[in-house]
Each structure stands twice: as C-alpha cells, then as structure tokens.
Nanobody, 123 residues
C-alpha cells in the first residue's frame, strides 16, 4: 500500500486548510480511512475517520464541527477540510486508508501509513 498526503503548511490561527491523501496498491473496502496527527513529544492520535462502505464519519471531540472528512472512493482519495485551526492543532498529519476501531481506540494498519504532512498553526 502506498499513501501520499499533501496540503499541509503554515497557517494563522483561525485559518483553513484542506489535506488530501491518495492511496494505492490495495483494495480499500473494509473498515475505514482515517486521519491521525502527532505533535512533538506526543503519541499519534486519531483525528477523523470515514467508512469505506457508506459515509459514516467519526471525529475526536476537539475537532468536531471544525474538521470534515470526505472521500472519493473511485479514486481512493481521502480529504480533511479544516477550519478555525488552533495552535494546538500543529502536528504532522498522517493518513491511513486501513483504519479500524479495536474496541478501545482507533488504529491504522501497520504498513499503510503515509509520510505525513506538517501543519503549523501560528498565533
């Protein structure tokens, strides 16, 4: 599986960004596609997910209402539209087209991670 994220950058607090994730090399029909982020010194955390079958979406509470995940199933592209960005949202954002709930937390299949895209939100 190959995964490529794009769309990161430097943005002022309150600004907007749209991330894209192109996935290939697999058949993505099971479970979900997800976005995660990792800030320096912190663990990678789930941000948003969307079922491949249907369009049910999932969000961490701190981004609900500001972030919107969507997908183009025909092209295996996953998007993350972010508005009202906050400095605490600065992190490397990763996409995983093989994301699943293990009963306790959202996880991404090992080997299906991209290199990530950096988002820096300035005050």
């Amino acid at each position: 599986v190959q995964v490529h994220e794009s769309g990161g950058g430097l943005v002022q607090a309150g600004g907007s960004l749209r991330l894209s994730c192109a996935a290939s090399g697999g058949t993505f029909t099971k479970n979900a596609a997800g976005w995660f982020r990792q800030a320096p010194g912190k663990e990678r955390e789930f941000v948003a997910g969307i079922d491949w079958e249907g369009d049910r979406t999932y969000y961490r509470s701190t981004v609900k209402g500001r972030f919107t995940i969507s997908k183009d199933s025909a092209k295996n592209i996953i998007y993350l539209q972010m508005i009202e960005l906050k400095p605490e949202g600065s992190a490397v954002y990763y996409c995983n087209p093989e994301t699943y709930w293990d009963g306790n937390r959202w996880r991404g299949v090992v080997g299906s991670w991209g290199q990530g895209t950096q988002i820096t939100v300035s005050t």
